[in-house]
T-cell receptor, first 114, second 115 residues
Framework: AQSVTQLDSHVSVSEGTPVLLRCNYS??????LFWYVQHPNKGLQLLLK??????LVKGINGFEAEFKKSETSFHLTKPSAHMSDAAEYFC????????????FGSGTQLTVLP | KAGVTQTPRYLIKTRGQQVTLSCSPI?????VSWYQQTPGQGLQFLFE???????NKGNFPGRFSGRQFSNSRSEMNVSTLELGDSALYLC??????????????FGPGTRLTVL
């Protein structure tokens, strides 16, 4: 079985300040982990993925995440928030090598204040 | 390449009716998955099709069904609609590689409202 817990349902940051969105996972086997972003009335877009290669993963738009097996965490960070980053972010887990059935976290709504 | 397309984008139905949603995957993709997104339950996996066969199924009642055609286009059907079926239904398509991660590309979704 597998699951993800997103520790914050809402995060607010000021433009230009760092972003931290927290995600813990549970998996009985080696997982693949992802972060997706969803802008209002849009589909889901893949930000980055961890598939057992480097533990520090860089994604699009300046986002990155670090896989920490000892802490079962996969937190998403960005050094400097931009207004266009305001959206909902989902942490996702799937069995390694089988990305067809994704298990989503409950989502974190990111607000960026001017 | 064109992205994943879903039709219709918006739909209003009444309880007891049935509905069919359509998804056209990215050209060359043979895997199509469906997800339901609601404020209360979040994003939940419905089912996945590959080469016209259902390969995976989530924990939804039998009122939810789907199929895939030889051109990889997929439809999902919900019969005897209930108020709780109001949701955004997302379709995702993916390549099929024997190893490594098959990235899934999502469509914009169909917003279903049941009155």
């Amino acid at each position: 079985a597998q699951s993800v817990t997103q520790l914050d349902s809402h995060v607010s940051v000021s433009e230009g300040t760092p972003v931290l969105l927290r995600c813990n996972y549970s998996s009985s086997y080696s997982p693949s982990l992802f972060w997706y972003v969803q802008h209002p009335n849009k589909g889901l877009q893949l930000l980055l993925k961890y598939t057992s290669a480097a533990t520090l993963v860089k994604g699009i738009n300046g986002f990155e995440a670090e896989f920490k097996k000892s802490e079962t965490s996969f937190h998403l960070t960005k050094p400097s928030a931009h207004m266009s980053d305001a959206a909902e972010y989902f942490c996702v887990v799937t069995p390694s090598g089988s990305a067809r059935q994704l298990t989503f976290g409950s989502g974190t709504q990111l607000t960026v204040l001017p | 390449k064109a992205g994943v397309t879903q039709t219709p984008r918006y739909l209003i139905k009444t309880r007891g009716q049935q509905v069919t949603l359509s998804c056209s995957p990215i050209s060359g993709h043979r895997s199509v998955s469906w997800y339901q997104q609601t404020p209360g339950q979040g994003l939940q996996f419905l089912f996945e099709y590959f080469s016209e066969t259902q390969r995976n199924k989530g924990n939804f009642p039998g009122r939810f069904s789907g199929r895939q055609f030889s051109n990889s286009r997929s439809e999902m059907n919900v019969s005897t609609l209930e108020l709780g079926d109001s949701a955004l239904y997302l379709c995702a398509s993916g390549e099929t590689r024997t190893t490594g991660y098959n990235e899934q590309f999502f469509g914009p979704g169909t917003r279903l409202t049941v009155l």
